[in-house]
T-cell receptor, first 109, second 116 residues
Framework: GQNIDQPTEMTATEGAIVQINCTYQ??????LFWYQQHAGEAPTFLSY????GLEEKGRFSSFLSRSKGYSYLLLKELQMKDSASYLC??????????FGSGTRLSIRP | DAGVTQSPTHLIKTRGQQVTLRCSPK?????VSWYQQALGQGPQFIFQ???????QRGNFPDRFSGHQFPNYSSELNVNALLLGDSALYLC???????????????FGSGTRLTVV
C-alpha cells in the first residue's frame, strides 16, 4: 500500500526555525520530494532527496532516512511569506509521484 | 519558455454533466500527469500519459478518462459529474519515463471545478 503521513498544521514565529516531519510507506521508492503550495496556487518544487542525508538549499534543508521511511523539511529564518502548505511526496515508481495530505504552516509575527 | 498551461481556470458544472479540462506541458516535456486536489488535501494521482497512452492510473472510476495528443498536450474528461468531483485539477508535466530526478514535476496553476 501507499501511505504518507505528515502533521496537518503547524505554527511558528517569524525569524525562528521549524521542522516538518514526514513518514512514508510505499510499494516503490524513487526519491522523496518536498513542494510548497500557497493557497489557491500550484505546488512548486523545493527539494529532492534520493540518498540518505541532508540536502541544504538556502534557508531550506531536507533530510532523508530510507531505512526509517522518514524525511523532514527544515525551514530557517522564517518569513511571513513562508506561510503555506508543505507537501511531502514520494516517487513511487519510475515516473509517478504520490503526495501526502500536506502540512499547513502559519507564521506569526 | 512557457510553463505548464491549463484551461479553463475556473468552471461551474451541474451534476450529471460532462467536462473536459486541457493541459499543455512545459516545453521539452512529453509526460503529463493529472491530479485531483480537494480543499485542504494533498493532490491525488488520477492518471499519467506518455506517448499518447495511459501508462499509470490511480484509484479513480472509469468516469475519469483522458487523452494525449501528438504535440504532448492532454485532456482530462469527467463524465456524469458528482458533487464530490468539485476540486482543483492539476496537470503536471515531466520528461520521459524514469526521469523524476532533480525537479520532479512542473505543475500548472490548475482548473477549479465546482459541481452544483
Amino acid at each position: 500500500g501507499q501511505n504518507i503521513d505528515q502533521p496537518t498544521e503547524m505554527t511558528a514565529t517569524e525569524g525562528a526555525i521549524v521542522q516538518i516531519n514526514c513518514t512514508y510507506q510505499t510499494s516503490g521508492f524513487n526519491g522523496l520530494f518536498w513542494y510548497q503550495q500557497h493557497a489557491g496556487e500550484a505546488p512548486t518544487f523545493l527539494s529532492y532527496n534520493v540518498l540518505d542525508g541532508l540536502e541544504e538549499k538556502g534557508r531550506f534543508s531536507s533530510f532523508l532516512s530510507r531505512s526509517k521511511g522518514y524525511s523532514y523539511l527544515l525551514l530557517k529564518e522564517l518569513q511571513m511569506k513562508d506561510s503555506a502548505s508543505y507537501l511531502c511526496a514520494v516517487g513511487s515508481s519510475a515516473s509517478k509521484i504520490i503526495f501526502g495530505s500536506g502540512t499547513r504552516l502559519s507564521i506569526r509575527p | 519558455d512557457a510553463g505548464v498551461t491549463q484551461s479553463p481556470t475556473h468552471l461551474i458544472k451541474t451534476r450529471g454533466q460532462q467536462v473536459t479540462l486541457r493541459c499543455s506541458p512545459k516545453s521539452g516535456h512529453d509526460t503529463v500527469s493529472w491530479y485531483q486536489q480537494a480543499l485542504g488535501q494533498g493532490p491525488q494521482f488520477i492518471f499519467q500519459y506518455y506517448e499518447e497512452e495511459e501508462r499509470q492510473r490511480g484509484n479513480f472510476p472509469d468516469r475519469f478518462s483522458g487523452h494525449q495528443f501528438p504535440n504532448y498536450s492532454s485532456e482530462l474528461n469527467v463524465n456524469a459529474l458528482l458533487l464530490g468531483d468539485s476540486a482543483l485539477y492539476l496537470c503536471a508535466s515531466s520528461q520521459g519515463q524514469g526521469n523524476l530526478y532533480s525537479y520532479g514535476y512542473t505543475f500548472g496553476s490548475g482548473t477549479r471545478l465546482t459541481v452544483v
